[in-house]
């Protein structure tokens, strides 16, 4: 029974060797003919781009031939299916430079932006090396890395550079402060962003800049920047009420007018109140903003601030009497607006999600490594539905003006 038993388990695992070893086989085939299959396609699309510069095919003889056919050199080239070669033909007088493959180029395009994704995500150059053998069954060196780190480097300061078209009558103004570490010693860098509601409603990155601190000379210099490349026809300006900033923007845009944002203004209110006090204050914060309009709401200023001096609050009645008017200048455009111009929410959501991509990072080795990072992911969700989707109706910014006049 015994002997049964064991014959019996033997033939079992004989079998699932067999089918193991199948498995392998085919799957190996199926590679091959995948490979074969991408290598045979490629090579026709280049020989029918040779015929295009030509205007001619292989030995064919036309009075509209420009050149002919030299041979060809053979190029490795790593594809997702794996190592294919190609027969890149030669022309006798012309240059033979392809749109399918780039010149000199050894891998898809898809490879190239999956190791920029990784590095722009915080990867480590090392760990992009491992991942890239496991992946492809080919290991990326350092240098390639580099190499390809710098030509995105190149389009995204392209991209920055840009020129501003068109107007953009809100302007949302923010920074974020993150890390870098040289020689062992870890400061605080600022990456000052601007993002705008153009004229078909729809939100778009207008800059992005390295700051020192977010202090008057850097927002100075990033309001210049901003003028320098166009931005024009800004009717407001949303911000937190950072140091310099509104002394830079009258510079630079005197006719615009300032929105601080009222939630970084609730924030500095319930700096000066009791915890156990907050809630209620915040109701009486809120009162100020639900006004109809803006004499209603400066009438209401006056009556929170009395009250928070009976609730003996005298430093939070201060920072009310002293700042919330500056947290009414929305009320001077279309009430359909206003939710979405008194805060600088919108940008704010923004900025937590570069915090996010840049979290892996931690220290960065500069302010320029960290600018390009938060620019990249700017860069990205501008071309996402982001940046497409209309957020507001623009057209009610003209019926206002009209009734207004």
């Known amino acids: 029974m015994e002997n049964s038993k064991s014959l019996r388990e033997s033939k079992e695992r004989k079998a699932g060797q067999i089918i193991r070893i199948e498995q392998e086989q085919l799957t190996r085939h199926l590679d091959k003919i995948v490979r074969g299959t991408v290598e045979e396609t490629l090579n026709a699309m280049l020989d029918a781009e040779a015929d295009r510069l030509c205007q001619a095919g292989r030995y064919e003889r036309t009075q509209k031939r420009q050149d002919t056919r030299a041979g060809h050199y053979k190029r490795n080239l790593d594809t997702q299916a794996g190592p294919v070669q190609l027969k890149i033909p030669k022309l006798r007088t012309l240059t033979f430079e392809t749109a399918i493959i780039e010149r000199y180029k050894r891998r898809e395009s898809s490879v190239e932006e999956a190791l920029i994704e990784m590095y722009l995500a915080g990867v480590s150059v090392r760990r992009v090396e491992d991942i890239t053998e496991a992946l492809w069954g080919t290991r990326v060196s350092p240098g390639t890395v580099s190499n390809l780190n710098k030509k995105v480097y190149e389009r995204i300061e392209q991209w920055i550079n840009n020129p501003i078209e068109g107007e953009y009558s809100y302007v949302f103004l923010d920074g974020i402060w993150l890390k870098r570490c040289w020689a062992g010693e870890v400061k605080n860098v600022s990456v000052l962003v601007a993002i705008g509601v153009d004229q078909d409603g729809c ?203």
């Open 203 to 405: 939100r778009q990155v207008l800059g992005v800049q390295e700051g020192a601190k977010e202090d008057k000379e850097s927002w100075t210099r990033f309001l210049r920047y901003l003028k320098s490349r166009g931005l024009q026809g800004v009717k407001l300006f949303v911000s937190d009420k950072c140091l310099g900033l509104v002394e830079s923007l009258a510079d630079f845009y005197p006719k615009a007018q300032w929105q601080r944002c009222v939630v970084h203004f609730y924030r500095n209110v319930f700096t000066a109140v009791p915890k156990g006090r907050v809630k209620e204050v915040a109701a009486m914060l809120k009162a100020i903003h639900a006004q109809e309009d803006r004499q209603a709401a400066e009438e209401k200023i006056t009556a929170v601030t009395k009250k928070l001096k009976g609730m003996k609050l005298s430093n939070a009645a201060k920072i009310v009497e002293d700042g919330a008017k500056e947290t009414l200048s929305y009320y001077d455009f279309p009430s359909q607006h206003w939710r979405s111009i008194r805060t600088n929410n919108p940008l704010e959501r923004l900025m937590r999600e570069i915090r996010r991509r840049t979290r892996v990072v931690g220290a960065f080795p500069d302010g320029q490594s960290a600018l390009m990072l938060v620019a990249a992911r700017l860069r990205h969700v501008s071309g996402t539905r982001w940046g497409t989707r209309q957020y507001l109706n623009m057209g009610r910014l003209t019926e206002n003006a009209v009734e207004m006049a």
